[in-house]
């Protein structure tokens, strides 16, 4: 069994509890679900920023704990004071150590969007992403059928959220779904966890159109940003590259710096 076969089956007990302890109705009443979201696609075109979803997380199937007593506060607040366009926050917990308790947390000390970044299987998780505070929801073709994108995604605008389609691979390029706003291409692959950026230059002419259309991991230093900038990726996904270091705000500003150096240099 692969990991992604793990996953789903930890995520399909996980979701089945919490539908028993917290029905719809009650995601309903939370004070996040009725408030307009903020765009993710529009941030990360946004001149004056970076293109940067600096993400939070705390471990990692592939490398363990990575950063397990990072203070979310601190962390998010300090990534965008950095000039990142975005935040993402990993709210799994038993592969990813992160919570919904993380997310809201970044929700009330950030106006920006939040990418939910969780397993989603189940359109109660969509309600559910909703409701704790998020902008936007990751989902990941290689878990999912194109008839289970194009339903979630429709689902998931109808209450306003906005949707990242991961691929990786090719053949899942044809599950994109009318309306999504952003495309991500991971650079890792699920299987065998093995990364190169070279994967998402490869697959770029064959994107759709409409989407933005972002990079994701394996993202180390502002080399690796120009070529996918040059490619033509208006966004770059990047978490593990700073959360690995004691200062992850940190990381992110020199990151975005030298990327805007190397940029406005060429």
Do not use: W
């Not at 994109?176 to 002419?205: C, K, P, W």
């Not at 409409?210 to 940003?225: L, N, Q, W």
């Amino acid at each position: 069994m692969d990991i992604l076969q793990k996953i789903r089956k930890q995520k399909e007990k996980e979701v089945a509890e919490r539908k028993s302890l917290y029905p719809l109705k009650l995601l309903q009443k939370s004070m996040y679900y009725d408030v307009p979201v903020v765009s993710l696609a529009h941030y990360i075109q946004r001149k004056d920023k970076s293109g940067i979803i600096a993400e939070f997380k705390k471990k990692s199937p592939s490398e363990g704990f990575i950063n397990q007593y990072a203070d979310v506060e601190a962390v998010t607040m300090g990534y965008m004071q950095s000039g990142a366009s975005a935040l993402s926050v990993l709210t799994d917990e038993t592969f990813f150590g992160g919570s919904s308790e993380d997310l809201k947390t970044a929700r009330t000390y950030n106006y920006c969007p939040i990418l939910r970044k969780d397993f989603i299987i189940d359109e109660y998780q969509i309600h559910e992403t909703k409701s704790i505070g998020a902008d936007a929801l990751l989902l990941i073709a290689e878990m999912l059928t194109g008839e289970e994108v194009k339903r979630f995604s429709e689902t998931a605008h109808e209450i306003g959220l906005e949707v990242l389609l991961e691929i990786h691979d090719e053949d899942e390029i044809s599950k994109y779904a009318e309306g999504i706003a952003v495309m991500g291409v991971n650079n890792r692959n699920l299987r065998d966890f093995t990364v190169d950026i070279q994967h998402s230059i490869d697959l770029y002419s064959r994107l759709p159109a409409e989407p933005v259309k972002i990079s994701e991991s394996g993202i180390h230093d502002a080399r690796d940003m120009i070529r996918l900038y040059k490619a033509g990726f208006e966004g770059f996904l990047v978490g593990t590259q700073f959360m690995r270091t004691p200062h992850p705000a940190k990381a992110c500003r020199s990151l975005i710096e030298a990327f805007q150096k190397e940029r406005q240099s060429r």
